[in-house]
């Protein structure tokens, strides 16, 4: 994946940890997982979200909080957030419609690039990244293979968090995929 795409996975992750609580659970003492997988030497734990038909891995070890419709996830030093969250949209540009809603009433001095388009394992989806309050943040969305519901995904950290910690944010959004 692109340094550009990474920019804006980390804009998505700062942008939903302004609106998260405290992470409650290591993944890896949380329940026992689904699968475990290994890519680039990152294990994790597999969460699906069984309304959208997709699932996400969280790095072991990450700790997570679970909300209706969504899962917010960080390593234990809660430096960096990814944030998980359905929306109810027939299309893309509609559903970035609902997180520029959702910004707009979390984020201060917000500037985002232009947004790009991504196959995401089969799912369309468009990112884009930018900078609010001082941190990298990087916002998505995937049209889920359930129609008229789409994943918006959100990342943000401070810039040397978002370096520390870019091989599990990538292992992240490589493994966003449908449920077969």
């Not at 699932?55 to 679970?66: F, Q, R």
């Not at 929306?87 to 984020?107: F, G, N, S, T, W």
């Amino acid at each position: 994946m692109s340094k550009h795409f990474l920019s804006l996975s980390v804009l998505l992750v700062a942008l939903f940890v302004f609106g998260c609580g405290q992470k409650k659970e290591p993944t890896e003492q949380a329940k026992k997982p689904d699968t475990e997988t290994k890519n680039d030497a990152v294990s994790g734990e597999t969460f699906t979200n069984e309304a959208a038909k997709v699932s996400v891995n969280l790095p072991a070890g990450w700790l997570y909080e679970t909300t209706e419709g969504g899962i917010s996830a960080s390593p234990e030093d809660g430096s960096i957030v990814v944030h998980f969250n359905t929306l109810q949209a027939d299309q893309l540009d509609a559903a970035l419609d609902e997180v520029d809603k959702v910004l707009a009433a979390e984020v201060k001095d917000l500037k985002l690039g232009e947004a790009t388009d991504y196959d995401v394992n089969g799912m369309s989806g468009r990112f884009i990244e930018g900078t609010a309050d001082g941190v990298l943040v990087a916002l998505g969305v995937v049209d889920t293979p359930v129609e008229n519901l789409s994943l918006m995904v959100g990342a943000w950290g401070a810039p040397d968090a978002v370096k520390k910690y870019e091989k599990e944010i990538m292992y992240i959004f490589k493994n966003i995929k449908p449920v077969k």
